[in-house]
């Protein structure tokens, strides 16, 4: 994405102390990381303390701190998905994968994270792979589902 | 599109799209829901797009949010009739498009009982649909979320017409009170006594808001709806910022739902357009601006004073109860939240009236209510019944019963700040008070059923520790209290439990929930609480015991 967006939507909030999370939000959105650079020019044109800035962004899980991988891998862990075998699920990814919840692995291929119920339960247990869904899934099928994220 | 100026402009629009419709036109709506798009139902109604396509005008192809059977989708949905097609595949497409075309029936796609082998073709005869009372969710089928004009068509902002042009804000307010709509985000509290306290409150610029934060794990009927249908919604928040006399409203919803976001994006965009929001709606001298909000993914964002901070753009951490919202809420200004179902009631009690309302119902709570079905449950989905119905109905009749011939061992109401009641309560009533006192309130409407191998102690430790990876952590008694519990219960499932671990957890609920500020610390211990209530010997026996019972 453009340096330009991430330009546009700090310019917007500028002079505002009130409207960092907005500001966060926004280019976590469209970047869908918040590196440290642009950090600081939020802090800088919104008049706040980059350790705020710092604070913010690394409490919430709508914000994350490093890039992304490629693909993200989201397993859920929401409690109808926890209840038909999630765990299952995110033993499997994190055999496959060598990631731990929120990492990234070294070639930049996955980033792998669990989360939220994301609104699906009744295909649940759930893999999401950059938002798509792969329903009523089972350890065996995971592999193959991978396989198709280069 | 130019701006709808008045009320008869409307009228006048909507008849033209009424008489532009062939209702003898087959139509073939396909769920594009969140979890029907798990099962690849954009590839079906891509497909359909495309064969449809070769016929020319023949047929309509309709995109629709969640129709509620989620469990069997991809599902499709074809009109006149009503026709429901269930786990439909891409390849299924050119049959159902000639039989469709044929005015007959694809026998192999219909629903069909799995113990007798009997079939339902149409709607209100599939088992998991006819038990219901869909008054709100029942749109959804006829509905592309991304036209206005589908929303009009089934009488959409008929209700906002009729505030506007023949009832006074306090004539509305005063339906709402007599109607006796009770919030359905968990409190159950009045929204008309709501509505009052900010209409009454002495600032000129007051606030709106929807929640549509739909935190609780499990539930997934608020997101049905807003992504199904944002016009309903975004209509009773109008009505209700009338009624009030506020000049702003803001739908918080979840920042991890691509398809939610872009739905309600486009409403307010074509609203505004069409002139239902912005400066003098409908000629009506009303001005009204609406704004989309994130949360931040914590759950406690969704509690109000938390929100309410939020959408000053500060940290969602919630303030002291004391402070009244409903006078003191953003900006502190008067702001008055309610959840997505509360609003999507109003425009239906505006037109037809609170004693239509307050016809449905048991005696002290009133309407329908959706309920996001699910767990071990064989038909999983959004439903909507009577509130009062006995919960036999929704988990046998509506569910059919427990997943792969399992015995029900208990039903878990109100995700984690919730509870657990024994399959023997199972002919109680849903009703916000009855179920309270049974200690499983309805909260939001996640209702999951539980079978026999489900092992309570774990139940009760995975729900704690939700709850502490989404308190916000500003008081000590809920971090610390609740982070002591889960390490009690952590131990009890590993079979490390101790003598004295139960009264232990019984005085840590006690104080977590005399001293937390909000109330997710201070509900923390509901779910405890009808484990020890119902469940005990189980708890006790993995205390002497070691091993999972069940
Ligand atoms: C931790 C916590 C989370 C909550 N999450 C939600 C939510 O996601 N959606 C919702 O409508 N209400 C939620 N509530 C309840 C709200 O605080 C508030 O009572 C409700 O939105 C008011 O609307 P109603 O009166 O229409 O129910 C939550 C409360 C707490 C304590
Ligand atoms: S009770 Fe918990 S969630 Fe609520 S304000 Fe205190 S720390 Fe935050
Ligand atoms: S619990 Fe996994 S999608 Fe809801
Ligand atoms: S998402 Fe398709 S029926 Fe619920």
Request: charged share 25%; glycine share 12%; with cysteine.
């Amino acid at each position: 994405m453009s340096e330009q967006t991430i330009d546009g939507i700090i310019e917007k909030y500028r002079g505002q102390p009130n409207s960092l999370i907005h500001a966060l939000v926004e280019i976590q959105h469209e970047n869908h990381w918040l590196p440290r650079d642009v950090m600081h020019k939020v802090a800088a044109a919104l008049q706040v303390p980059f350790a705020q800035v710092m604070q913010i962004a690394s409490f919430y899980k709508a914000f994350s701190l490093t890039p992304k991988g490629r693909h993200e891998v989201h397993v859920c862990t929401g409690m109808t998905c926890h209840l038909r075998g999630a765990a299952k699920l995110r033993a499997k990814v994190e055999e496959l994968t060598g990631l731990k919840d929120g990492e990234t692995d070294a070639d930049s291929r996955f980033t792998y994270e669990t989360g939220a119920c994301l609104g699906s339960c009744s295909i649940g247990p759930e893999l999401i792979v950059d938002g798509k869904h792969y329903g009523r899934m089972t350890p065996e099928k995971i592999e193959d589902v991978l396989k198709q994220y280069e | 599109m130019p701006k709808l100026q008045s009320a008869a402009e409307l009228e006048k629009y909507r008849a033209e799209i009424l008489a532009r419709r062939d209702p003898a036109k087959p139509c073939i709506a396909v769920c594009v829901g969140a979890a029907c798009d798990g099962m690849d139902s954009a590839a079906v109604a891509a497909a359909f797009v495309a064969e449809g396509g070769k016929l020319g005008d023949k047929i309509e192809v309709r995109t629709t949010g969640c129709h509620g059977y989620c469990e069997k989708g991809p599902n499709v949905v074809v009109t006149p009739g009503d026709i429901c097609y269930f786990e439909v595949q891409p390849t299924d497409v050119p049959e159902i498009i000639a039989a469709t075309l044929k005015g007959e029936v694809v026998e192999r796609l219909v629903y069909k009982d799995p113990n007798t082998g009997a079939k339902a073709v149409h709607m209100n005869e599939v088992p998991f649909y006819k038990h219901q009372t869909r008054l709100l969710i029942g749109d959804n089928p006829k509905i592309d979320p991304m036209r206005i004009d589908d929303y009009l068509a089934v009488g959409g902002y008929a209700a906002l017409v009729k505030a506007l042009t023949e009832m006074t804000p306090e004539q509305v307010l005063d339906e709402v009170k007599k109607a006796n709509l009770r919030g359905r985000g968990g409190g159950g509290f009045p929204a008309g006594s709501k509505w009052e306290t900010t209409r009454n409150a002495p600032e000129k610029t007051k606030y709106v808001i929807v929640n549509g934060h739909e935190g609780e794990s499990a539930a997934f009927m608020d997101r049905a709806m807003l992504t199904g249908n944002p016009h309903k919604i975004l209509e009773g928040l109008i009505i209700g910022a009338y009624a009030i006399g506020a000049q702003k409203g803001f739908m918080y919803t979840r920042h991890d739902m691509p398809l939610l976001e872009k739905h309600v994006r486009n409403a307010l965009a074509q609203a505004k357009e069409y002139g239902l929001l912005g400066q003098n709606i409908l000629g009506s001298g009303f001005d009204f601006e609406c704004e989309l909000h994130f949360d931040v993914g914590i759950f406690v964002s969704g509690e109000s004073s938390a929100l309410m901070r939020s959408i000053e753009g500060n940290a969602p951490e919630p303030r002291p109860k004391y402070i009244r919202t409903s006078v003191n809420g953003i900006w502190d200004k008067p702001s008055n939240l309610n959840n997505v179902e509360t609003w999507a009631n109003v425009p239906q009690i505006i037109s037809k009236g609170a004693e239509w309302f307050t016809s449905i119902g048991s005696e002290k709570s009133k309407g329908t209510k959706l309920i996001s079905l699910s767990g071990n449950v064989v038909n999983s989905g959004v439903v909507e019944v009577p509130m009062g119905t006995p919960l036999r109905t929704l988990v046998f009749d509506i569910g059919g019963g427990v997943r792969d011939g399992k015995i029900l061992k208990a039903i878990h109401f109100g995700g984690a700040m919730g509870g657990s009641i024994p399959a023997d309560l199972i002919d109680s009533p849903l009703d916000f008070d009855g179920m309270s006192k049974l200690g499983a309130p309805i909260g939001a409407g996640g209702l999951l059923l539980m079978d026999e191998d489900t092992d309570m102690v774990e139940v009760a430790r995975y729900l704690m520790d939700f709850l502490v990876n989404e308190s916000c952590g500003k008081c000590v008694p809920c971090r610390e209290g609740m982070q002591q519990m889960l390490h009690l219960l952590t131990n009890i499932t590993r079979g490390e439990g101790k003598p004295g671990d139960l009264e232990r957890l019984e005085d840590l609920i006690e104080v977590t929930g005399v001293a937390s500020l909000c109330a997710l610390g201070k509900t923390s211990g509901d779910p405890l609480k009808s484990m020890f209530r119902y469940f005990k010997p189980e708890y006790e026996s993995r205390i002497s015991g070691g091993s999972a019972g069940k």
